[in-house]
């Protein structure tokens, strides 16, 4: 049997606001890539000479990495400095995140202070962590004290918004059954909404910890922090020395390595078992 | 004296919704009481006026001698450990192990610290254990609750209202999700724990097969009107058809008559 012709083309996808509105967007942003190509200012750059040079530079930073104004146990100083920076900030931003985040999801608190929380913390992270830190440093001065204080803020920002959602995911008929049982507020949270969410916490805090760290080594170079951003800084800006700057390179990406095997370890000894 | 009082018992969702309309019953105590009705008739909404898991909007739900709609803080959760509820969805925390959530049955009885670490009594955690033994579920103490079947999560949420040590069980639709085995069991369960302790139970039930052979009380519910109260040998095919309207009640008389021959 032969199937009718069917008269008209069948769309797959509807034409809906949404849907046009990206195919604008990307036709938009293709034009203005297009365009920005052709007023590029290139007449003193000799294109060849200049492939050739950054190839060149690339063999030193990453074929190359040697140390020479620091030592191996300095470095690793200075990168565990930087790691103390993130990780520092990110505990504070946690704790602060995990009883604000309980206030400001909808299943758990009233909806005025939900909404006055998600509010604030909404300004909180529209505004860049750097921002945020030289805010600070018109208090404290630039320096440590300023990148704790701002990136603990928009640390904690970035949480409360992870943590709510994640306590929101709760069911709500769990919640129920332990109201019904007599249970108060706080043993529902922590008998019943923190052990039911505790790996989508534990997930949210690592991203923003491998957040914080790099921005804890930009801080080290833009803010005074110290750290192995600051060493980086020197290396590239101060030295010139680009084999330097490859070993500091290569050492943060070994530190990130670990941290993301940590990380995956762990949230598979916390995960869902299997039989 | 009645267990349960429920007096012109109104309640309204928002302005518009009137789920619960002038009811009126008493429950003595060791009674075990089947409520039925179509989806959305109001059986949900009664339970849950009774341990004040919603608020009452008229009329009064006396427990115990104690009124019920008033009921605040302290107080209200006190009253709530004596009355254990039991969910068709179970309502376990999945990620805990069995034990851990036959506990929380005790959450009510406890200090807001004690709680919070779950810092239970040797006595509270041999009788959840004892507990947990008569339905059978021994071997799976120390499992989460995810590695269950329905019937046994069933039975771990019997458990947790059991160790509350309740004067009744509010049942709302609890072997809706089950395959008829497990059904059965778990009816069989509320029945014995109603023979053998007292305890008295109210159970939703949508299917009027089960309520009929289990429940020695039938309250019928339609759009939120209490249109019977009787033995379930009394429930005349007029009261089903006014319980379920007419097409669901043929449907109903049919697998009755099958049923009974
Ligand atoms: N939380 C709620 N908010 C608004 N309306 C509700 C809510 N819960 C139930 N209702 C309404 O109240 C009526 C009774 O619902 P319910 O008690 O769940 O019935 P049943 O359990 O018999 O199916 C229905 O019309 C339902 O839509
Ligand atoms: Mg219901």
Known sequence: MTLPEPARRIRVRPLTRANLSIQATLIGLTLLTVYSFTTFDSRNIELEQAVRDMFDNFRLLLLEPRLKNVSVLEMLHQLFVTAGLGLLTTIFGAIIAFFLGLLAAQNLAPRWLTDVIRGGTAFIRAVPTVLWVLFFAVSVGLGSVAAIIGMTFHSAGYLIKAYSESFEEIEPGVLEALRASGANWWQTIFQAVVPASASALLSWTFVRFEINFSTAIAMGATAGAGGIGFDMFMASGFYLDLRELGAFTYAILAFAIALEWGATRLKANLGPQRH | ?261
């Open chain 2, 1 to 261: 004296m009645a267990l349960l009082q429920v007096e012109a018992l109104t309640k309204r969702y928002g302005g518009e919704t009137l789920a619960l309309d002038n009811i009126t019953f008493d429950v003595e105590p060791g009674e075990f009481v089947g409520i039925i009705g179509p989806s959305g008739a109001g059986k949900s909404t009664l339970l849950r006026c009774v341990n004040r898991l919603v608020d009452i909007s008229s009329g009064d739900v006396r427990f115990d001698g104690v009124s019920v709609p008033t009921l605040r803080g302290a107080a209200l959760r006190r009253q709530r450990t004596r009355i254990g509820m039991i969910f068709q969805h179970y309502n376990l925390v999945n990620r805990l192990s069995v034990i851990e959530n036959v506990l929380h049955g005790r959450l009510g009885y406890k200090g807001t610290i004690q709680g919070i670490l779950g810092l239970y009594t040797e006595e509270e955690k041999r009788d959840a254990a004892r507990i947990i033994e008569s339905l059978g579920l021994s071997e799976q103490m120390y499992k989460r609750c995810d590695q269950l079947s329905g019937g046994q999560k069933q039975r771990v949420g019997i458990a947790r209202a059991l160790v509350q040590q309740p004067k009744m069980l509010l049942c709302d639709e609890p072997i809706a999700s089950l395959d008829p085995n497990a059904a059965k069991i778990i009816m069989d369960t509320l029945s014995d724990i109603n023979r053998t302790t007292g305890i008295t139970i109210l159970v939703n039930l949508h299917q009027v097969d089960v309520a009929l052979r289990y429940a020695r009380r039938i309250i019928g519910i339609n759009r939120g009107r209490l249109v019977y109260d009787g033995e379930p040998e009394r429930l005349s095919n007029e009261q089903i058809y006014q319980i379920y309207g007419s097409e669901a009640g043929d449907l109903i008389l049919d697998l009755r008559e099958r049923y009974a021959a």
